[in-house]
């Protein structure tokens, strides 16, 4: 995958999601928006999986049941389009909640403890991640990425599981038996088990993983002085697979960007800074992003219909 530039919006959950699933006209317009900056690669928001993966009602679908096909042609059409000089690339992120959906408290007791989950269960989800993949690929999507992060089930259970490795190689092979030379990209958290970490970065390079992304599970304590959160997990992963690392995390500013590329990383990923200026691009050389890394964005949208502080 050739990119324009090493700018990445990383995922981003928009809260603007059709109820039924579909994607909505204002996230059209968000995506465009973006686009229009000339943003290197845009990851969407994650997308469900399975109908007990469902994090919120916001949340699109690409399960089994119901997946808005036309909705996400229209999405990649719209980004691909990107402006005059650049046209963005492309990747779907795809997740299943797990213990952290909000949609019902009785799913969420169903993952609450990851080790008593059967295998039948487990074996339903691999697929459903290698359905979901074929999904976009047959939409135009440039690519997956496929979320092991921030309380999501698969990275639950590389963590937590004593056969964690042994899944996530299961979900990866399942995967290319589907697609076999498609575009798949990973995020992870970097605070995990380091055997476990070390042993996903294998597994990243054995199954020819397009790009994996660093994050971790300590960014919404983090404060607007914190900058590069996760930029000494660069060294450990480049050490463990020859991959292109997109940084995220704490990186607002355009000497942040440089800072992120002095220690390896190959992509500069954001994700509130863009939440708060859609536009920021344009302008980065100039002016850093007014972003302060509050976390008020996680909740605004729900309650007062915005998605920062600053509109």
Known sequence: MQLSNRIVRSATNDYCGGMNGAISEKQIQLYKSLAETGIGLI??????????????????????????????????????????????????????????????????????????????RIEQIEKDFADAVERCADVGADGVQVHFGHGYLLGELLEERLDGLQITETVFSKIREKKAEYPVFVKVNTDINQERLLGFYKLCQKYGICAIELSGSTFPQMKQKDHNYYANAVSVAKKNCDLPIILTGGIRSLE?????????????GMS????????????????????ISCCQCFHLYQLKGKHCIFE
């Open 272 to 291: 509130r800074p863009f939440i708060s200026e859609p536009q920021l691009l344009l302008k980065w050389k100039e002016k850093k992003s007014r972003c």
């Open 256 to 268: 942040d960007g440089k800072a992120a590329l002095d220690v390896g990383a190959d992509l500069i």
């Open 43 to 120: 990851i969407t928001g994650n997308f469900f999986v399975s109908e007990d993966g469902r994090l919120d009602f916001t949340q699109n679908a690409i399960t089994e049941k119901f997946f808005d096909l036309e909705g996400a042609k229209r999405l990649v059409q719209v980004i691909h389009k990107g402006n005059d000089k650049f046209a963005s690339k492309v990747v779907f992120q795809i997740a299943h909640a797990g213990r952290k959906t909000k949609v019902n408290a009785e799913i969420a007791k169903n993952y609450d403890k990851v080790e008593q989950i059967e295998p039948k």
